[in-house]
């Protein structure tokens, strides 16, 4: 199935954006290890936070998470450090082949019973839990935050805790941080204790009513809309927060280099409120940014800079390889049917000189099972009339409401 979408020239919409993803899946399994009854308030209704509930619920002896990276990672350590039985853990063919040998190396030295059934370092896992002694362990600080954040939740079940030493750069920090403040949040005692380490003590997780920001990742792609949009429009966002613990509420700031001005209804910390993006004046000649702190916003930055013809050179992007799919080869392969030729080096940095090719006449964008595929490309109908992604479904993956949003938004979408 594909979608056609035709966007309107102004935008006046209110949106209610889905709640956090990455806060759910933090805060449904530490909620787990805490023995709660009653689940945080505003969870996501994504896909991914889905397959969670139900693996916590049921606890099957095969549990598929399906294309939840997140699910993948914290239900491995959650499994292995409790007394829950031997489990199978799988997912998707493309989960099949996401890397996931850091995180059992790691357990395993800690104590952990995971066996590969498959291909080693990959997915599926065979999990025998029980209570690990913990204790110290060191882990590259260049991988993915999830691996780490995994074995942090894990840790204060441990029966002498755990003294984390992360080796060489730490990238993704912003989520590390979202990890250990919903940690204390529901009692645990953790700490950073230097530049690159951090201390768990063996406290056990305490039940606490919890309540989900909505999600600053998904706001992105409004941001993206309106600074394509005519200089009049006006998109109003609901549910987020001033100083917003989420890593991707850079999106406010980097926007306001492309033309994007945020205001905030309130600006009460930690109340979530709305937010009002408008147009304003700007000329950027050149943008350059590492996003090793908020990966998840490349391909929006990417789509933007080349829609509005902004060169760039953006870093930090060695962890897009392993995403749902190849996110640097899926993005320079979709760019170019609609005209634009960006090019990747060693380091992983995408770059974009200007560089044009001739689009397609009827460009369709394939998604790649990716869903910030889906949403970061279907902007770029403000450009290309008619503009078709293909597999739209995807979206569901961390913002099911998406394709309605549109609609609402006044963008022309026929399933084709």
Not at 269 to 279: A, S
Request: proline share 6%.
């Amino acid at each position: 199935m594909q979608y056609e979408i035709t966007a309107p020239s102004r935008l006046n919409c209110t949106i209610n954006l889905p709640s956090s993803k990455s806060m759910s899946n933090r805060a449904l399994v530490i909620h787990a290890f805490s023995g709660g009854d009653k689940l945080p308030d505003n969870l996501s209704d994504c896909d991914d936070t889905e397959v969670i509930v139900r693996a916590l619920r049921d606890m099957p002896y095969t549990i598929d998470i399906k294309a939840a990276g997140t699910a993948m990672r914290f239900l491995t350590a959650y499994l292995a450090v409790t007394d829950s039985g031997e489990h199978v853990i799988t997912g998707t063919e493309r989960m099949k082949h996401r890397p996931i040998g850091t995180l059992v190396d790691a357990l395993r030295r800690l104590g952990a019973d995971i066996e590969y059934t498959s291909e080693e370092g990959f997915p599926p896992l065979r999990i025998r839990g029980h209570q690990l002694d913990g204790g110290w362990i060191e882990v590259p600080g260049n991988i993915s935050s999830q691996y780490i954040s995994a074995l942090l939740i894990a840790a204060p079940s441990m029966r002498n805790g755990m003294q984390l030493q992360l080796s060489g750069d730490v990238i993704s920090k912003p989520y590390i941080e979202l990890t250990l403040c919903t940690m204390r949040d529901f009692g645990a005692e953790v700490e950073w204790t230097g530049p690159s380490s951090i201390e768990v003590k063996p406290h056990p997780y305490h039940t606490t009513p919890y309540f989900i920001e909505n999600d600053w990742s998904a706001a992105s792609y409004w941001y993206e809309m309106l600074s394509l949009a005519d200089n009049e429009s006006e998109v109003r966002l609901t549910g987020l927060t001033d100083g917003s613990r989420q890593g991707d509420s850079m999106v406010r700031y980097l926007f306001s280099v492309l033309g994007v001005r945020t205001t905030f209804d309130s600006t009460e910390k930690g109340v979530p409120t709305t937010v009002t993006l408008r147009r304003h004046h700007i000329t950027l000649p050149r943008l350059e940014y590492s996003f090793i702190s908020q990966p998840d916003l490349a391909q929006t930055f990417v789509l933007t800079c080349v829609l509005k013809g902004i060169p760039f050179h953006f870093e930090g992007l060695s962890t897009l390889r392993i995403k749902e799919t190849d996110r640097i080869e899926a993005l320079k392969n979709e760019l170019l049917k609609i005209g634009f030729v960006v090019h990747s080096n060693a380091a992983n940095d995408l770059i974009w000189t200007g560089e044009r090719c001739q689009p397609d006449v009827h460009p369709v964008i394939h998604t790649y099972e990716d869903h910030r595929m889906a949403m970061a490309f279907a902007p770029a109908a403000h450009l290309f009339p008619g503009l078709r992604i293909d597999n739209p479904s995807v979206v569901t993956k961390s913002y099911p409401r998406y394709w309605d949003d549109l609609r609402l938004a006044g963008y022309q979408i026929e399933e084709r």
